[in-house]
């Protein structure tokens, strides 16, 4: 419970109730394959669009991004924090604080790889919800969400209707449909977005209803290799939610 808007000591991690909700999806979920450069602490992000019976489910899985990964402490693996962010994580509060606040807390000092990879799943999927759809959204809303400084996009929320005719999203026009991803040792059919200057995008379908997307940033792709395999403790299912 919070108690005078702290979090006391022992509140419990929401990423272990979040993580279990996701493995009880009776579909598989995916993620880029193990590697030393990447660190996947169960940083989930879940969407339900249909409330008590979905239609759509989404579980996106952020990583860790080491630079260096032999030497955590090596410098070179922090990220480029602004001055009043840096401050902000150097405080301590006086109160104690639950480990897993602590920890994430910390991790916020190196580089992530937001949203990295996306699996679908779509109860009627129709032309909308295609896969090269679904990779373009997917790489509009990393952009979005992580390169507005690069892009010109101001900062708060937006002054009017969303704009679909801003130059830097990427479109249908760019998808290319003649390419290949690896998933679980299995090289399948795959899109690919490779004409934007700040990410890379690729995605397969892995069934009618079932769609993965891999969104990685330029400049991180020399240190990922993109092939994807079943998350741990998963096992592969044509169930629906």
């Keep these: 419970m919070w108690i005078s808007g702290r979090l006391p000591a022992d509140a419990p991690d ?15 979920v995916y993620g880029l394959v193990p ?14 669009v249909g409330g008590a019976a979905p ?22 693996n922090l990220a480029a924090l602004d001055e009043n962010t840096r401050a902000a994580l150097d405080q301590k509060p ?19 790889i937001s949203e990295a990879v996306r699996t679908t799943w779509t109860q009627d999927p129709g032309e909308y919800e295609a896969l090269p759809q ?3 959204q997917h790489v509009n809303h990393i952009l979005m969400n992580h390169f507005r400084s690069e892009l010109g996009i101001p900062d708060g929320p937006p002054s009017g209707p969303p704009s679909f005719d801003e130059p830097w999203r ?15 040792g299995v090289e399948v059919d ?17 069934s009618p209803e079932i769609v ?12 990922v290799r993109i092939r994807l395999a079943t998350r741990p403790d998963r096992g592969a299912s044509s169930a629906r939610p």
């Design 14 to 28: 929401p990423r272990v109730g979040l993580a279990e909700r996701v493995r009880d999806l009776p579909f598989a």
């Design 35 to 48: 590697q030393p450069t990447l660190e996947d602490l169960d940083s989930l992000g879940l969407t339900v």
């Design 55 to 76: 239609t759509q489910v989404t579980v996106a899985v952020t990583y860790t991004l080491w630079r260096n990964p032999d030497d955590h402490d090596d410098p070179v």
């Design 94 to 112: 006086p109160w104690p604080r639950p480990r897993w606040l602590v920890e994430a807390a910390d991790r916020m000092r190196y580089p992530m």
């Design 134 to 136: 679904q990779l373009v």
């Design 170 to 184: 990427a479109r249908l026009s760019g998808v290319n449909p003649q390419s290949h991803l690896e998933i679980d």
């Design 190 to 206: 795959a899109v690919e977005i490779d004409t934007d200057p700040f990410v890379f995008g690729i995605g397969a379908q892995l």
């Design 212 to 223: 993965v997307t891999v969104v990685i940033p330029r400049a991180d792709l020399p240190l």
